[in-house]
């Protein structure tokens, strides 16, 4: 099982960014796949999740309204359209999948993590 996150770059405060989640396997193999972040010296926390069944979605109160999760079953990808983004944005953002049927925004569950793409939103 093997998850790449992929998108990140560096962006004005206000622009957009589109990360994207590929999973090496059938993405409706796991119960839901969620997208987390880590800024310098905090902790990972939840940014959204989906589930893969129904497209029940889910947001931190810190990004809902500006983003949106969304998956393509046929390219086995998840990906966060990120608008409106903000210095605070700033982080390394991960996606994650969890097998069983839970939905959370917190890292415990997930069992299969991707490596982090670094999104950096600064003038």
């Known amino acids: 099982v093997q998850l790449q996150a992929s998108g990140g770059g560096l962006v004005q405060p206000g622009g957009s960014l589109r990360l994207s989640c590929a999973a090496s396997g059938f993405i409706s193999d796991y119960y839901a796949i969620a997208w987390f972040r880590q800024a310098p010296g905090k902790e990972r926390e939840g940014v959204s999740c989906?589930?893969?069944?129904?497209?029940?979605?889910y947001y931190a109160n810190s990004v809902k309204g500006r983003f949106t999760i969304f998956r393509d079953n046929a390219k086995n990808t998840v990906y966060l359209q990120m608008n409106s983004l903000k210095p605070e944005d700033t982080a390394v953002y991960y996606c994650a999948a969890v097998s069983r049927p839970v939905i959370s925004l917190l890292p415990r569950p997930y069992q299969y993590w991707g490596q982090g793409t670094l999104v950096t939103v600064s003038s």
């Open positions: 989906i589930t893969t069944s129904d497209d029940n979605t």
